[in-house]
T-cell receptor, first 115, second 113 residues
């Protein structure tokens, strides 16, 4: 079955430092992978996606993610963290085929950026 | 566009009562998703519609839950009767041609006492 795992419940980083939020996936076939962000008391917002092509994907708010097929990973990264990046981050994989097209979300990682 | 609209934003009800949550997707989007978020279970997909037709309802927890989409601009999620374990934040999301780019509403926080 298609699934993603986020091994860290929380990541703490100081403002200005680089950040990484980890995600590994398990899929049959080629993966479609996504990152979403949830700010407090808000719905999820799309950040970026990997469908095919360049392994380094750039998204909103200066975030990027690196697709690594050999390690089955899709880690979210940002060179310099901001306090405003503090939020809950979800990795997701798409299940597709026939009439079924949906996302399976990971458990989420809370990113806390300290000033 | 106003984005995905959900109502009410907060609902407090007593066990056994019927609860109806409402969603208006983004105009032109043809897929609509209902999710439930709790601390214990995280984000769960309950059901999704494509062109107003329910495609996958395998996430609907039990018969007390039902969802409808009578037209392209409106959907409801109903719980009857409600139970305390239904307390959660319920999100509606919609997507267009790029099916995997889902736009989430602000959610309805449901508390069943």
């Amino acid at each position: 079955a298609q699934s993603v795992a986020q091994p860290e419940d929380q990541v703490n980083v100081a403002e200005g430092n680089p950040l990484t939020v980890k995600c590994t996936y398990s899929v049959s076939g080629n993966p479609y992978l996504f990152w979403y962000v949830q700010y407090p008391n808000r719905g999820l917002q799309f950040l970026l996606k990997y469908i095919t092509g360049d392994n380094l994907v750039k998204g909103s708010y200066g975030f990027e993610a690196e697709f690594n097929k050999s390690q089955t990973s899709f880690h979210l990264k940002k060179p310099s963290a901001l306090v405003s990046d503090s939020a809950l981050y979800f990795c997701a994989v798409a299940i597709y085929g026939g009439a079924t097209n949906k996302l399976i979300f990971g458990t989420g990682t809370l990113l806390a950026v300290q000033p | 566009d106003a984005g995905v609209i959900q109502s009410p934003r907060h609902e407090v009800t007593e066990m056994g009562q019927e609860v109806t949550l409402r969603c208006k997707p983004i105009s032109g989007h043809n897929s609509l998703f209902w999710y439930r978020q709790t601390m214990m279970r995280g984000l769960e997909l309950l059901i999704y519609f494509n062109n107003n037709v329910p495609i996958d309802d395998s996430g609907m927890p039990e018969d007390r839950f039902s969802a409808k989409m009578p037209n392209a601009s409106f959907s409801t999620l109903k719980i009857q009767p409600s139970e305390p374990r239904d307390s959660a934040v319920y999100f509606c999301a919609s997507s267009g041609l790029r099916v995997y780019e889902q736009y989430f509403g602000p959610g309805t926080r449901l508390t069943v006492t």
